[in-house]
C-alpha cells in the first residue's frame, strides 16, 4: 500500500503484489471476498489492468452470489453492494451501475440520496450514447 500512494513509486507496488501472488496463489490459497476486493481496487489504482480485471471478474461474481442469496451484510463496509458500485465506477460502467442502482432503489424506495444518484448515472449514461460509447466504459 505504501507504494502505492501518491507521489510514490506504483512500479514497486506491482512487484511487490507480484511476489505475493507468487508466495501465495489465489488457486493454491483462495481468498475471502474482501481481499480480493482490495486487491482489484490496489490493481487498479497502480494501473495493472490485467490483474485488476481478474480481481474484479472475481469479486463480482462473489458480491453477485451474496446478494442473490440475500447474505448483504448492508452494515459491513464490505456490503456487496458498496464493492459493486465502487467496481463499476472503476469500471466506468454506468449501465451495471444504474441496474444496481435500482435493485437498491427496491430494498429503500424512499432514499432521496439514491434517487439523486440514480438521476447522475441517468445522465451519465444518456451523454455516453450521445457520444456513442454506449454507457459502458470500454466495453
Known sequence: MYYSSPGKNPE????VLDKMMKILPAIKYPMPFEMTAQLAFL???IGR???FQQFATETEQ???ARIDAKQADMN???NPYSVLLELYDLENDHVKTLGLL??????????PGLKRRIQEVEALTHAAAD????????K
Do not use: F
Request: aromatic share 8%; charged share 25%; hydrophobic share 20%.
Open 12 to 15: 514497486r507496488a506491482g512487484i
Open 76 to 78: 459491513s463496509m464490505y
Open 102 to 111: 435500482h435493485e437498491l432503489e427496491v430494498v429503500y424506495p424512499n432514499d
Open 62 to 64: 462473489t458480491a453477485r
Open 131 to 138: 457520444t456513442g460509447k454506449g454507457g459502458e466504459g470500454g
Open 49 to 51: 489492468t490485467t490483474e
Open 43 to 45: 490493481y487498479k489504482h
